[in-house]
């Protein structure tokens, strides 16, 4: 395994826009396939890898694009997903609206 991303289900997602159309599909043993030309996919990427070293290997010198890379580790079956299914908070950057009000106990009011 060359990447493990974390993914949640899209109809689980606070906050969600009707814009969101999900990044992955969940196959046997965890392997994933990026959305490609579907029109919507039931796993979002929630933010977080995990790489190894070797998916760097070839890197050019420079910026460079993790999704360029896990395609590449798709394409060779070494792309893998976990399913985080607790509460996930879709919150954009600088747009206070979007934060969610929550009590101390973390339960939206």
């Known amino acids: 395994m060359e990447a493990l991303l974390l993914l949640h289900p899209i109809h689980k997602i606070i906050g969600r826009e009707a814009s969101v159309r999900g990044d992955y599909f969940v196959e046997a043993g965890g392997l994933l396939r990026h959305r490609g030309l579907a029109q ?3 796993f979002v990427f929630a933010g977080i890898s995990v790489c190894d070293e070797r998916i760097f290997r070839d890197c050019p010198h420079g910026p460079i694009s993790l999704l360029d890379l896990w395609h590449q580790a798709e394409a060779v ?3 893998r997903g976990i399913v985080h299914d607790g509460g996930w908070y879709r919150v954009h950057m600088g ?3 979007s934060v969610p009000c929550m009590d101390r106990t973390g ?3």
């Open 40 to 42: 919507l996919t039931p």
């Open 77 to 79: 079956k070494q792309l």
């Open 95 to 97: 747009h206070r609206a």
């Open 107 to 109: 339960i939206l009011l």
